[in-house]
């Protein structure tokens, strides 16, 4: 049994547990009248790099000035695989921020950006030119050559549920690197 005698670093609500985290561990009192915390491993800086990549997701959706139903399916099922509320998705589409720097991210979180940014672009069933340009423009800024995307949409299913050879992607993606 762990008593309350941590030094509270921040205060993160995570679906109905309340919590908080110190040192990159999520504690959890999910038994209040026992005093018992759990710890569960939890890393803040993860938490952020999945809003990121969401937002970038968001501006590519309303890219085209809308965003369709099938699009805002396929963020809120990433969002949720990701362990991120339907509050906070709704409330990231009602007001997107701007695009980051991505140049940052490891190369394997650089891909994952690229892949579900081409899967999304593909989730409404059409693919508008003004689509095809911001998902030309973020590969550049991951650090792609443009035709990274053309390269890659040809081998990416729309269908989320459908999951391509990442391995096989993941090395095609490779050999678009710039310098």
């Given at each position: 049994?762990?008593?309350?005698?941590?030094?509270?670093?921040?205060?993160?609500?995570?679906?109905?547990?309340?919590?908080?985290?110190?040192?990159?561990?999520?504690?959890?009192?999910?038994?209040?009248?026992?005093?018992?915390?759990?710890?569960i491993?939890?890393?803040?800086?993860?938490?952020?790099?999945?809003?990121?990549?969401?937002?970038?997701?968001?501006?590519?959706?309303?890219?085209?000035?809308?965003?369709?139903?099938?699009?805002?399916?396929?963020?809120?099922?990433?969002?949720?695989?990701?362990?991120?509320?339907?509050?906070?998705?709704?409330?990231?589409?009602?007001?997107?921020?701007?695009?980051?720097?991505?140049?940052?991210?490891?190369?394997?979180?650089?891909?994952?950006?690229?892949?579900?940014?081409?899967?999304?672009?593909?989730?409404d069933?059409?693919?508008?030119?003004?689509?095809?340009?911001?998902?030309?423009?973020?590969?550049?800024?991951?650090?792609?050559?443009?035709?990274?995307?053309?390269?890659?949409?040809?081998?990416?299913?729309?269908?989320?549920?459908?999951?391509?050879d990442r391995?096989?992607?993941?090395?095609?993606?490779?050999?678009?690197?710039?310098?």
């Amino acid at each position: 049994m762990i008593k309350d005698r941590f030094l509270i670093q921040g205060l993160l609500k995570i679906s109905n547990f309340k919590g908080f985290f110190s040192n990159g561990v999520l504690f959890t009192r999910f038994l209040p009248k026992f005093r018992y915390i759990i710890s569960i491993n939890f890393q803040p800086n993860l938490f952020c790099m999945i809003k990121e990549q969401l937002n970038v997701l968001i501006n590519l959706a309303a890219s085209d000035s809308t965003v369709a139903e099938k699009e805002s399916k396929t963020i809120h099922m990433i969002a949720r695989a990701n362990g991120i509320s339907k509050e906070i998705v709704d409330g990231m589409l009602k007001k997107p921020q701007p695009i980051g720097d991505l140049s940052t991210l490891a190369e394997d979180q650089k891909f994952e950006h690229l892949y579900h940014l081409i899967q999304l672009m593909k989730s409404d069933g059409q693919v508008f030119k003004s689509e095809i340009h911001f998902c030309e423009q973020i590969a550049e800024k991951l650090g792609y050559k443009k035709g990274v995307v053309g390269d890659l949409s040809s081998r990416i299913y729309s269908d989320p549920t459908i999951t391509a050879d990442r391995k096989l992607l993941m090395d095609r993606a490779h050999r678009f690197l710039k310098d």
